[in-house]
């Protein structure tokens, strides 16, 4: 058998992942697993009162300059949990904030932008992400993490729709009038925005990977709003730009692209290139793997508003969703979208034991 590292087409090392045979990555392959693997998007935070404890006040923009306080928080819901992967703690918008394109984020609402994204001019504000002097501190909190952690580290960017989203509109928005009317009206001014942002996007997602990292997820949150049309021509292309250059660069990383109110677009985003991709609580899991199709790993999708009450609903919900994803491998156990702040953590840890314990989507039958 060769020992070479095998070498991506631009040339960089694909250096073995320590964690390539956690369960969490076997099954992003689609591969056999000891025990389907789960984690919640949005796990750190919120609803978890050892978070309330250490993370003090002021801007998460803040509080991410902070790279063993990052561990901390990143870590804290493995631990309480007993999650199969880590989700790096930081934001969507922290690539656009560190170039100095004006954005912050107010505790309670989301991002916001002093000057939104309006005509050409704007571009010069988003200049590429230089991670090693841009953001030196998520470097460092990777490298912390990757020196510390049981499980796989999940680092992620936001993808280019939801990022846009907020610098044209603003903020957080319910309709998403201004940022479609200019990827219909101005495609020109669309397309270089959305390239800048691919650039941003990609370059961070590198430096997580090459600080340790193991895996990369892709939250283009909002692409939903968007018609499959609209999805094809205006944001998939960028998309699968994306994933073709990690692949390029970091061949054989499990990658997850994620959105919410997708039901209409998972099989365009299969199409992208990812390994896995995320589905929102309205599409019932034996649905989603047929749009999604063979070859694409499937992660969710239980909704959260089912974690808010008493455990026999959680359960029962949870039980759902493992006998939708069925036995055939790919399935990551997921929330379908982020855990709502009034979730009671016990709730969670449960959810968690018994995903373990009764998930059978790709788990060896016990000779
Ligand atoms: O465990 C974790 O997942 C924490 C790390 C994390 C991640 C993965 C945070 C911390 N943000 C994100 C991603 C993120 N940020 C997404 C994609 C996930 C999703 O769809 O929920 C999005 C859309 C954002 C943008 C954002 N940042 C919002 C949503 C605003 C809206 O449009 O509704 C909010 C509220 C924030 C702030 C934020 N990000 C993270 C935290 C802990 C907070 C709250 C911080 C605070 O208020 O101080």
């Known amino acids: 058998m060769s020992t070479a590292v095998p070498r991506a087409p631009g040339g960089a090392a694909h250096a073995p992942d320590r964690f390539d045979d956690a369960p969490f990555m076997r099954a992003c392959r689609g591969q056999s697993v000891p025990h389907v693997p789960v984690w919640f998007m949005r796990q750190a935070g919120r609803s978890l009162p050892e978070y309330r404890a250490a993370r003090g006040p002021g801007s998460?923009?803040?509080?991410?300059?902070?790279?063993?306080?990052?561990?901390?928080?990143?870590?804290?819901?493995v631990d309480r949990y007993g999650t199969d992967a880590a989700i790096f703690f930081s934001d969507i918008v922290v690539p656009a904030a560190a170039v100095g394109f004006g954005v912050d984020v107010a505790p309670g609402t989301g991002p916001v932008v002093s000057e939104p994204f309006r005509s050409a001019a704007d571009l010069e504000r988003l200049r590429p992400l230089e991670p090693e002097t841009d953001t030196p501190y998520v470097v460092e909190a990777v490298r912390l993490l990757a020196?510390?952690?049981?499980?796989?580290?999940?680092?992620?960017?936001?993808?280019?729709?939801?990022?846009?989203?907020?610098?044209?509109?603003g903020g957080p928005s319910k309709?998403?009038?201004?940022?479609?009317?200019?990827?219909?009206?101005?495609?020109?001014?669309?397309?270089?925005?959305?390239e800048r942002l691919t650039d941003m996007a990609l370059a961070s997602l590198r430096s997580q990977l090459d600080a340790g990292a193991s895996a990369i997820q892709v939250f283009d949150s909002w692409a939903g709003i968007l018609t499959p049309r609209h999805y094809e021509e205006l944001v998939l292309p960028a998309t699968r730009r994306l994933?073709?250059?990690?692949?390029?660069?970091?061949?054989?990383?499990?990658?997850?692209l994620f959105g919410v109110g997708t039901g209409e677009l998972l099989p365009l985003m299969a199409t992208a290139g990812t390994s896995v991709v995320g589905i929102d609580w309205r599409v019932p899991l034996d649905e989603a793997r047929r749009r999604v199709g063979p070859g694409t790993a499937v992660q969710g999708n239980l909704d959260p508003a089912m974690c808010l009450g008493s455990w026999d609903v959680a359960a029962a919900e949870t039980r759902e969703v493992l006998g939708l994803a069925g036995t055939a491998p790919?399935?990551?156990?997921n929330l379908g979208h982020g855990v709502l702040p009034e979730t009671d953590p016990g709730i969670l840890e449960e959810v968690a034991a018994l995903v373990h314990a009764e998930g059978r989507a790709g788990v060896e039958p016990v000779p």
């Open 330 to 333: 790919g399935h990551v156990f």
């Open 60 to 77: 998460i923009l803040d509080a991410i300059h902070q790279p063993e306080l990052v561990a901390e928080l990143t870590c804290q819901p």
């Open 243 to 256: 994933f073709a250059d990690l692949e390029a660069s970091h061949p054989g990383t499990p990658t997850i």
């Open 147 to 169: 020196a510390t952690l049981d499980v796989p580290l999940i680092g992620f960017a936001g993808g280019p729709f939801t990022v846009a989203s907020y610098l044209v509109e």
């Open 175 to 194: 309709n998403f009038t201004k940022v479609k009317s200019l990827m219909l009206s101005e495609p020109a001014l669309w397309q270089a925005l959305v």
